[in-house]
């Protein structure tokens, strides 16, 4: 299971911060992030770290958006800053998890968070 909050209204310009934790008992972390999904459009990235700290943007998150790993392994953070109307979506997060001894990779989803950036 995963815990996501840290939405609401911002105006342009602001910043906002999205925790996320994640509860799967039995599994090991091999990635989690953030994908957002605007009204109208499909689901996307915006950015995803590995276990081994790695990190990977969307184009539009790059420069304004840092994902970062809590105090285990199982929390992430986005920390979003130079927020436009364009950012404006429900932000989902997701990790990917594997059991022990398998390379079979499990997808969790959060229930999303809304997002709204006002001009």
């Known amino acids: 299971q995963l815990q996501a909050s840290g939405g609401g209204l911002v105006q342009a310009g602001g910043s906002l911060r999205l925790p996320c934790a994640a509860s799967?008992?039995?599994?090991?972390?091999?990635?989690m992030g953030w994908y957002s999904q605007a009204p109208g459009k499909q689901r996307e990235l915006v950015a995803t770290?590995?276990?081994?700290?790695?990190?990977d943007y969307a184009e539009s998150a790059a420069g304004r958006f840092i994902i970062a790993r809590g105090i285990t392994k199982n929390m992430v953070y986005l920390q979003m800053t130079s927020l436009t109307p364009e950012d404006t979506a429900v932000y989902y997060c997701?990790?990917?998890?594997?059991?022990?001894?398998?390379?079979?990779?499990?997808?969790?989803w959060g229930q999303g968070t809304q997002v709204t950036v006002s001009s």
């Open positions: 770290i590995t276990s081994d700290g790695f990190t």
């Open positions: 799967v008992t039995g599994f090991s972390i091999n990635r």
């Open positions: 997701n990790a990917r998890s594997v059991r022990p001894g398998s390379t079979y990779e499990y997808e969790h």
